[in-house]
């Protein structure tokens, strides 16, 4: 039981590239989550999806898409790579209890955008 | 969507009992409160997670007065393994959509 694992660990991108991070669990959660933390800011919800075939916008969406085609995948693109993405990225899933829930995390994936 | 503060760092001793408060004055009705963990390198680890009055579990406790704009994450006894940053988070849910608030971080040190 891997949890939740994140691909790649670390990249460096240069300004206007494009890439692609992978979310995989191995837990059967339905919900799962893409942040990002800046130093000094926590954590900020980019996107999240609910349901496989389904995603919506957090709070920090723009420059970033995601899918979900399948339930244990989330995939988090960067179409066209800005300094300004330059961030650790963190995936989480979670199987909500009524209005609760525990979310569990990735290792995170380390991106330097020059 | 909620906004939360919580103190930017601490310290502590070895076998002291711990509390960090995190604000969240604008806090809704059926709003949650949950605290996770990180370590350098890592992702958050739940701790502890509640609603409101107090929780508690096989490693810290949780405190929510009454008109929930704050609660207090209560470890007891820390040791120098608990040196990590905390964080709260503010979560909610409308149906399926989902506002999740996190405060910006308390670093704990443990001092021996």
């Known amino acids: 039981n891997a949890g939740v694992t994140q691909t790649p660990k670390f990249r460096v991108l240069k300004t206007g590239q494009s890439m692609t991070l992978l979310c995989a669990q191995d837990?059967?959660?339905?919900?799962m989550y893409w942040y990002r933390q800046d130093p000094g800011m926590g954590l900020r919800l980019i996107h999240y999806?609910?349901?496989?075939?389904?995603?919506a916008k957090g709070e920090v969406p723009d420059g970033y898409n995601v899918s979900r085609l399948k339930k244990q995948n989330f995939l988090l693109g960067l179409e066209s790579a800005a300094p300004s993405q330059t961030s650790v990225y963190f995936c989480?899933?979670?199987?909500?209890?009524?209005?609760?829930?525990?979310?569990?995390f990735g290792p995170g994936t380390r991106l330097l955008v020059l | 969507l909620a906004k939360t503060t919580q103190p930017i760092s601490m310290d502590s001793y070895e076998g002291q009992e711990v509390n960090i408060t995190c604000s969240h004055n604008?806090?809704?009705?059926?709003?949650?409160i949950t605290w996770y963990q990180q370590f350098p390198s890592q992702g958050p680890r739940f701790i502890i997670q509640?609603?409101?009055t107090k929780v508690t579990n096989e490693v810290a406790s949780l405190f929510i007065p009454a008109d929930r704009k704050s609660s207090t994450l209560s470890l007891p006894r820390v040791s120098l393994s608990d040196t990590a940053v905390y964080y709260c988070?503010?979560?909610?849910?409308?149906?399926?959509?989902?506002?999740?608030?996190f405060g910006s971080g308390t670093q704990l040190t443990v001092l021996p």
């Open positions: 989480a899933s979670s199987f909500p209890v009524g209005a609760q829930e525990t979310q569990y």
């Open positions: 837990m059967n959660h339905e919900y």
């Open positions: 999806s609910v349901g496989e075939g389904t995603t």
């Open positions: 604008n806090i809704a009705t059926n709003d949650y």
């Open positions: 509640g609603y409101k």
């Open positions: 988070l503010v979560g909610r849910s409308s149906g399926s959509a989902r506002q999740l608030t």
